[in-house]
């Protein structure tokens, strides 16, 4: 029963990101052109106009999580904590928790913030493309897992809200999850082997120099395995130049189901970054490669876990 509430709950999310994109195109032109009448087109719109015009994301609550729990029995979830939560906001700054891969969907991460304590689910964003931040339903499905805009300034505002609550409460909410490999990576995903959009990332590491930020690695097993992705054509591009998922992508059954394959969650270590105003390349460079290192040790050492890793090479491209 679990398992098949499990399978239900995160087939929504793939339907709703798979769908909504072409239904906003669709009802879009059928509104314009009032096809096939006025009346009938403006109902097909009426969705996405209420959404576009009156909600915003907002975060879920506690006992929206504790009913998104069966995810977890679907994916058999499990997490390794290098660094435990509680050490994480023991801190005196806040964190870019770097996440990858990206996947089509991140049902990695997403079980994450549904196992994670509360600190985290209320407290610490996750960093998106502004462009999933204004498309109608889509905001607000996704919204719930608690979204920012990933633009530099906004992060740089993020990093300097003023402090509020307890220490481990502020460094909480002044911290943020980033997904660096972001929607280019998603096109890297396949079940036969692991790659990564790094190698040229480095905007995170002169930002976190930059802001007094540090820095934690944190691998996602599984990400790039429950759903396959249509990687050439029209609409991939599209979603490359976007930064919304436009392309088709499958699963179980070759549906938009998610493939109940292992999950887990790896947090590595903090990388102790300095706190440098005006970063050289040469900085940028050495805490890029530190980094990269890093996420490769991730991988290597705990790909063994996950079935589905472990004839696995990483490939960081």
């Known amino acids: 029963m679990q398992w098949m509430l499990g399978m239900i709950l995160s087939s929504v999310f793939s339907l709703v990101y798979l769908i909504t994109p072409t239904y906003f195109i669709v009802a879009t032109v059928c509104a314009i052109f009032q096809y096939p009448t006025r009346t009938m087109s403006f109902a097909f719109a009426s969705p996405i106009l209420f959404s576009a015009l009156f909600t915003k994301p907002m975060n879920g609550s506690p006992t929206l999580f504790r009913w998104l729990l069966p995810m977890l029995r679907y994916f058999s979830y499990e997490e390794i904590l290098e660094c435990s939560t509680e050490n994480l906001f023991q801190s005196k700054r806040p964190y870019i928790i770097a996440c990858q891969p990206h996947g089509v969907i991140s049902y990695c991460g997403i079980c994450g913030k549904i196992a994670a304590p509360l600190q985290i689910q209320q407290h610490v964003p996750t960093a998106v493309a502004s462009s999933?931040?204004?498309?109608?339903?889509?905001?607000?499905?996704?919204?719930?897992?608690?979204?920012?805009?990933?633009?530099?300034?906004?992060?740089?505002?993020?990093?300097?809200?003023?402090v509020t609550g307890t220490n481990n409460d502020s460094i909480a909410s002044r911290s943020v999850v980033i997904y660096v490999g972001g929607i280019a990576e998603l096109f890297k995903s396949s079940r036969k082997e692991e790659r990564l959009y790094l190698s040229q990332r480095k905007g995170f590491i002169k930002l976190a120099?930059?802001?007094?930020?540090?820095?934690?690695?944190?691998?996602?097993?599984?990400?790039?395995?429950?759903?396959t992705v249509v990687k050439t054509g029209l609409l991939a591009n599209l979603s490359r130049k976007s930064g919304v998922?436009?392309?088709?992508?499958?699963?179980?059954?070759?549906?938009?189901?998610?493939?109940?394959?292992?999950?887990l969650?790896?947090?590595?270590?903090p990388l102790n970054l300095p706190h440098i105003p005006e970063p050289t390349d040469e900085d940028i460079n050495k805490w890029h490669d530190i980094y990269c290192g890093e996420v490769r040790r991730l991988f290597d050492k705990y790909k063994e876990k996950v079935p589905m890793y472990k004839d696995k090479t990483l490939f960081i491209d």
Request: glycine share 6%.
């Open 132 to 162: 999933l931040l204004m498309t109608p339903i889509l905001k607000n499905v996704m919204g719930i897992f608690g979204l920012i805009p990933a633009s530099s300034s906004s992060l740089k505002k993020h990093f300097q809200a003023p």
């Open 245 to 263: 998922s436009l392309t088709y992508f499958w699963g179980k059954y070759h549906l938009p189901i998610p493939r109940d394959e292992k999950c």
């Open 209 to 227: 120099l930059r802001e007094n930020v540090d820095v934690i690695p944190v691998y996602l097993f599984g990400n790039t395995s429950v759903l």
């Open 265 to 269: 969650y790896v947090r590595g270590l």
